[in-house]
Every structure is written in C-alpha cells, then in structure tokens.
C-alpha cells in the first residue's frame, strides 16, 4: 500500500511558474513509476507526466511538454513536477499518482497507476 501526499498547489498569473511536491509513503514490489495527472471541472482526468523510479526516463503530454518537468528525490520519496509558462488552460486539480500492476486503475504513458492522491488545485489566472 502506498499513500500520496501532494503539496504546492496555488493561484498564480499566467506566465508564472510552480512546483508541485509528491511524498510518498508504504511499499508496492510492484511499483516502478510516478505520475502527475490533471481534471478540470467537466473534464476527464488526463495524464501530463511520468517518470521511471530509479532510471530517470520521463513522458510528457504534448500540452505540457517544454513547459512541465517531473523529477524525483528517491531518498525523500518525493516526485515533483515543475511548471513553467503556465497557462489559464492549465487551471485544474493536479493529482500525484504511483505505479501499481497489482491494483492498477489506469494505464498512460507506459505505466499502469493504482495509487492516487488527493489532488492540490492550481489555478492559473490570464
């Protein structure tokens, strides 16, 4: 069982930037990857980055590529996600999302996630 904690959602100008923090606590033998994903109201929720534990390789939704960058802290256990550019379309609540073949629930970017947060709102204004 692994349990998500997101961090470092706010209201910001369009152009701004933000970072996200994702602690993570427990343990999956089957967990390999972290994502982030995003729902605006009426919207389904859409994956916008994933990340390998331990080797590094990333993927990136087109509308977030070269402006988001996710990255890990395997010490702390703690995944980021750093947002640059930000846009009014990117105003959604923002979730952190850990890999689980076991029990997983959705499938992107190359990883099958069973693991959710809470969600932290980000809230971008033009």
């Known amino acids: 069982q692994i349990h998500l904690v997101e961090s470092g959602g706010a209201s910001v100008q369009a152009g701004g930037s933000l970072r996200l923090s994702c602690a993570a606590s427990g343990y999956d033998r089957t967990n390999d990857c972290m994502g982030w994903f995003r729902q605006a109201p009426g919207k389904a929720r859409e994956g916008i980055a994933t990340i390998v534990i331990g080797g590094g390789m990333t993927y990136y939704a087109d509308s977030v590529k070269d402006r988001f960058t996710i990255s890990q802290d395997n010490p702390k256990n703690t995944v980021y996600l750093q947002m640059n550019g930000l846009e009014p379309e990117d105003t959604a609540m923002y979730y952190c999302?850990?890999?689980?073949?076991?029990?997983?629930?959705?499938?992107?970017?190359?990883?099958?996630?069973?693991?959710w947060g809470q969600g932290t709102q980000v809230t971008v204004s033009s």
């Open positions: 999302a850990a890999g689980s073949r076991l029990i997983a629930t959705m499938t992107w970017g190359g990883c099958d996630f069973g693991y």
